[in-house]
């Protein structure tokens, strides 16, 4: 019998000689808190294919985003930089990102050889600005700031431009079944979960894994607008959790000192709801967690089948948290763990770092990204960039000198309050300062994670207040809005009532 001829093509769908530096994948939820993960050990939430991304990677149970919410948090992811060097403090629109932040992570590979592509949230303006990307395809969510603006909002979102190609949906639009991105409301999604926002971010992933440059390395910044609201997982999401035991949100015996909360009102930030519509939340919440983790399965077949997983490093972060109800506050921009504390996992290629499958209890933080992902692609870190590499504790060192506490900040112009929420930790301790009332909390997050007990006057902590309050005093020490002030006999102090602006006075913007 004659011998079948050998087959010609490669084994490897990569060609010979192409470019072996890692390529890159930086996945990017919306508002996930930190716990809500199986392996942090939430009783609840099912992430089997995060924890095996957490079983073959280094994950940092003391990650924090130090300006909790969407714009300021991707300013940090992008740059590499604190606030108190890229100057947004808070949530605005309308600011020039490129001209604003010129140097940008995606900027830094494209320029070394990479090839840069961007799915999904990207949440800068102009919106449809690439800052260092080749590529972007845009969904924002509902983006309120852009519909005011562009009466064609699907020009400024191609996953809406995709929906109403499909068979049926010329007319659709992401809001169809009555829920906005910001209402405490869960119900599941109205059409077919092959159009769901998670789906089809997933799915142009994977189309441009197979048409990407093979010649080139790749970075992929994949950023779902889930599990931040509308809470709408696909119905098998949400029936998974419909039984699940809710446990009580936590209530700090300082919860009635903040002012402005309006009880059951659907977009309060701050009120109690009753416990069937907080169930309803957490079931939509964690189903959309769980819709996502899937399609990190979709990630790992193709990756597999492609002959790319050997040499390709994954990065799953969030931009920060949700506080889900606990002191009966729901979103973001506070100093509390709920909306600050994010999960952040570093999978090297093949999951052989010396530190795979350990959690690290380092304070890390979103601005340390850039310089990470950098230096594993052995690209120079640029000087503008003030985050830290993680690569010596993803192969196992023990630093002496890693940083000792994290300090974050948020403008707050709701529930009551048009002030800074200034905080340190080490993911210990937390010390929070309030810039307009210059109220202060203390927590030990050890001993309380619910935040719960507010010990700042607590006669057995006076020292440890004060030294907290001194490393926010040097940390704000300088800054323009005069936080600090020396008193008369020399000794620096926290001066509260002093102005605010969600950006630094030398950051552009040029929509106001």
Known sequence: MRAEPADPRPTSPEPVGADQRPNIILICVDQMRG??????????????????????????????????????ARVALFTGQSQERHGRYGYREGVRFQEAHPVTLQGTLREAGYQTQAIGKMHVWPERARCGFDNVLLHDGFLHFARGRHPRHEDN???????RRQPGLAAADIDDHGVGCNDVVGRPFDKDERVHPSTWAMTEAVDFLKRRDPTSPFFLYLSFHRPHGPFDPPQWAWDLYRDADVAEPSVGDWEDELPGRRDHRIRAQFGRRSRAVREQVLRGYWGNITHIDLQLNRLHETLTARGLAHNTVICFVSDHGDMMGDHHLYQKAVGYEGSVRVPFVVQVPGGHGAAAGRWRDEVVELRDLAPTLLDLAGVDIPDEMDGRSLVPLLAGAEPQDWRDHLHGEHVINHFGL???????????????WFSGSGREQFFDLVDDPGECHDLNDHPSRLAEVDAWRARLVADLSGREEGFVRLTDDGAPELVPGRPISSC?????????
């Not at 609840?44 to 073959?56: G, I, M, Y």
């Not at 979102?157 to 929906?163: E, F, I, R």
């Not at 930790?425 to 010390?431: L, M, R």
């Not at 630094?504 to 106001?512: E, F, K, L, R």
């Open 504 to 512: 630094a006075s030398w950051v552009p913007s040029a929509a106001h």
């Open 157 to 163: 979102d191609d996953y809406l431009t995709w929906l």
């Open 418 to 432: 048009v002030e800074q929420m200034h905080w340190v930790t080490d993911g210990s301790s937390k010390f929070c």
């Open 35 to 72: 716990d809500t993960m199986s392996s942090a050990g939430h009783p609840v939430v099912q992430t089997p294919n995060l924890d095996e991304l957490v079983a073959t990677g280094t994950a940092f149970s003391s990650a924090y985003s130090a300006t909790p919410t969407c714009v300021p």
